[in-house]
């Protein structure tokens, strides 16, 4: 079975572009998860969709933003970027389903750089 | 507020020996945690979980154990070998929201030969 596949797995932009990432989850997953990891702050929640709507959002601006399509497939944009929006963007996979046992599975990850 | 916390970045330990990270909450809503391992330039890998109603999970030589009372858990790894060298990450979940995890900074494992 393929793991989680993102794309691009490295992305250089400069202050003020946008950019979109994209995520391919597991076979069979319905949810996606995406994650930003900075040596400051760590691994944190940005959002989460399940059959192609949000149902969970952390606490990010709206520059952050994220779509999910009917093969489960989803994206990520970051707009007017900021230096402090350099990261590891990470997604994760799951069946979504609640009060359950139901794993996350990451993917690699896309380091975004901001210069 | 960080409200799942790892307070060693690092630990370094022999091979063959035990090696126990550890983990604090604060959120009395988490009801399922689970560790993962992450190598550089790689995802999380998932390593073992444990649900609020149990106080210890076991996997080969990976266990989990749980106080909730204490909003402690720990990871125990027996016999450590050096491929286990990586950072080890605690997450949390609330209500069965799998699919939102709150993560601890990590901690970095050093496994000498």
């Known amino acids: 079975k393929a793991g989680v596949t993102q794309t691009p797995r490295y992305l250089i932009k400069t202050r003020g572009q946008q950019v979109t990432l994209s995520c391919s989850p597991i076979s069979g997953h319905r949810s996606v998860s995406w994650y930003q990891q900075t040596p400051g702050q760590g691994l944190q929640f940005l959002f989460e969709?399940?059959?192609?709507?949000?149902?969970n959002k952390g606490n990010f601006p709206g520059r952050f933003s994220g779509r999910q399509f009917s093969n489960s497939r989803s994206e990520m944009n970051v707009s007017t970027l900021e230096l402090g929006d350099s990261a590891l963007y990470l997604c994760a996979s799951s069946k979504g389903l609640p009060y359950s046992t139901d794993t996350q599975y990451f993917g690699p990850g896309t380091r975004l750089t901001v210069l | 507020d960080q409200q799942v916390k790892q307070n060693s970045p690092s630990l370094s330990v022999q091979e063959g020996r035990i090696s126990i990270l550890n983990c604090d909450y604060t959120n009395s809503m988490f009801d399922y945690f689970l560790w993962y391992k992450k190598y550089p330039a790689e995802g999380p890998t998932f390593l073992i979980s444990i649900s609020s109603i149990k106080d210890k999970n076991e996997d080969g030589r990976f266990t989990v154990f749980l106080n909730k009372s204490a909003k402690h858990l720990s990871l125990h790894i027996v016999p450590s070998q050096p491929g286990d060298s990586a950072v080890y990450f605690c997450?949390?979940?609330?209500?069965?929201?799998?699919?939102?995890?709150?993560f601890g900074k990590g901690t970095l494992l050093t496994v000498n030969p």
């Open positions: 997450a949390a979940s609330a209500g069965g929201s799998n699919y939102k995890l709150t």
């Open positions: 969709y399940f059959s192609e709507t949000q149902r």
